[in-house]
């Protein structure tokens, strides 16, 4: 489920996923890890956050704008 909607209003409970994989991808890709014995990933000191911004490749600007703002509001 999406944290906010197209119209860019929250949706309560919701839990974030990937629909398509493409930000797991991109996760690994900045955090990386060591499972394979190797570290991997160019800022392996990160935080991150997750959220669900363009499921299954598509998304409003709305939904766009309010997901930010979320992902904003999260590190302050």
Known sequence: MDRVDADGKPVPGSLPHDSSH????VAGTIAGGD???TQVGVATDTDL???LV????NGSLAKMIADR??????RS
């Not at 703002?69 to 999260?74: F, I, K, N, P």
């Open 69 to 74: 703002q979320w992902a904003t509001d999260e």
């Open 22 to 25: 493409h930000g797991t991808n």
């Open 49 to 51: 956050i997750r959220g």
């Open 35 to 37: 499972a394979s014995g």
């Open 54 to 57: 363009i499921p299954n490749g």
